[in-house]
């Protein structure tokens, strides 16, 4: 989610590999062997159910315009994980990080989520969901 020019989905191996990017220019970037997804996240994903193993989110969820935004693409997140997929989602921690800190002001839904790396199991059971430390 929010693959960007590609330096981290071009550089992992895979079965297969879908970037997602609102920017169309990102598709320029990306190796071949990835699937582009040209929308925003929080629209419905054109993806079967339980069909990822896991969903990368880097330094993304603070760039979204609110918790709003955020839930709906968790929606589809949790909609298209395979049982026992995982979510690994990393962000800037602005409680250490003061210079960017002043950039997020009146962001709080998108601060709360960033301020930690989290992630979600989804377990075999459907529905069902563990968070990681």
Request: charged share 20%; glycine share 8%.
């Amino acid at each position: 989610m929010g693959s960007g020019w590609g330096e981290f989905i071009n550089n992992i191996q895979g079965n297969r590999k879908i970037g997602m990017d609102l920017n169309a220019d990102t598709r320029q970037y990306l190796d071949p062997s990835v699937e582009f997804l040209n929308q925003d996240c929080a629209g419905e994903w054109p993806l079967p159910d339980d069909s990822l193993d896991v969903v990368f989110i880097s330094n993304f969820l603070e760039h979204l315009p609110g918790k709003t935004h955020i839930e709906k693409a968790f929606v589809h997140i949790k909609r298209c994980l395979r049982p026992n997929g995982r979510v690994i989602c990393i962000g800037p921690n602005v409680k250490y990080v003061s210079e960017i800190s002043s950039l997020y002001n009146g962001k709080q839904a998108a601060v709360a989520v960033i301020s930690c790396s989290i992630g979600i199991s989804k377990t075999r059971k459907r529905n069902s969901y563990t968070a990681i430390k």
